[in-house]
């Protein structure tokens, strides 16, 4: 089967200012990327259809919800703090960003698809229940996890977040629910301060969160290790039905918002032990969401590094 790619020419709306690191820019070089890569013609293309505003609620409040649709519509320029630029396009493109991910997730279902990446922003790990935080206003891969839970009835859903920053709206989100395992590879201490490796979820869930905080400095053998000793064997011992990576880009040696010392290549490597661990455990079914990456001249060759695995082990 073939790799998808999710995308829509619509994400470039929402409008973040001049200077603001999350930029339509950051999907123009991506999709360059791809487009050029001689394997581009081989994914299966998706655009984003239409869902209800339910499924969102799933992880939002509908009072934050209108409360983000209202001050988009009413022009305002940012939302609860200052990183989160918007403009009057930007609850509409959230929306959209949403839709991509239950589209690819609803592809992925029927069997058209063995694995895939979804090309969105704004993206979303940040965003809390009834808040708005690091660039963030809707948390896709969430309201994905909780779609594939109860449209799909999957039991265990694991999320790898390897964004540079912590992912603490996803981590609050599923902190007290034992069938969602989340594990985290950042930089710490550093934005937004959450992801020690005490926090090991509340209740029924504690125990399905691991933090993996990484040092300033670490690179590539740092990661591999990490990878090895902790990511890889908490998958095997979870033993999801599916695995959904928040795919930040921001670990990279050359990305101005963090210090942490990646190689382009190394998005390919964890996309690749990833991919193996799916294959074992779970038909190999993996979906993929863009998070964070904000060197323009390198963004374009982490993600296609990171595609061009997903498809090799399709």
Known sequence: MLTGLLYHNDYLKHETGVMHPENPQRLSVIMKALKEAQWFSGLQHFQPESYDLKWIQTIHSENYIRRVKK????????????DVAICRASFEVACLAVNGCLTLADALMRGDIANGFA????????????????FCLFNNIAILARYLQNHYHLKKVFILDWDVHHGNG??????????VYYTSLHQYPFYPGSGHESERGQKEGLGTTLNIPMDAGAGDTEYKDAFEKKVLPAIGKFHPDIVLISAGFDAH?????????????????MTSRICQKAEELCEGRILSVLEGGYNLDILG??????????????
């Open 253 to 269: 040696r050359d990305d101005p918002l963090a210090e942490i010392c990646l190689s382009t290549d190394m998005f390919g490597w």
């Open 170 to 179: 996803t981590q609050h989100a599923f902190e007290e629910d034992a069938n």
């Open 119 to 134: 090309a969105v922003r704004p993206p979303g790990h940040h965003a809390g229940n009834h808040t708005a935080m690091g």
């Open 71 to 82: 001050s988009c519509l009413d022009g305002a320029s940012t939302l609860d703090c200052p």
């Open 301 to 314: 060759a982490c993600v296609s590094a990171h595609v061009n695995m997903l498809q090799n082990r399709s």
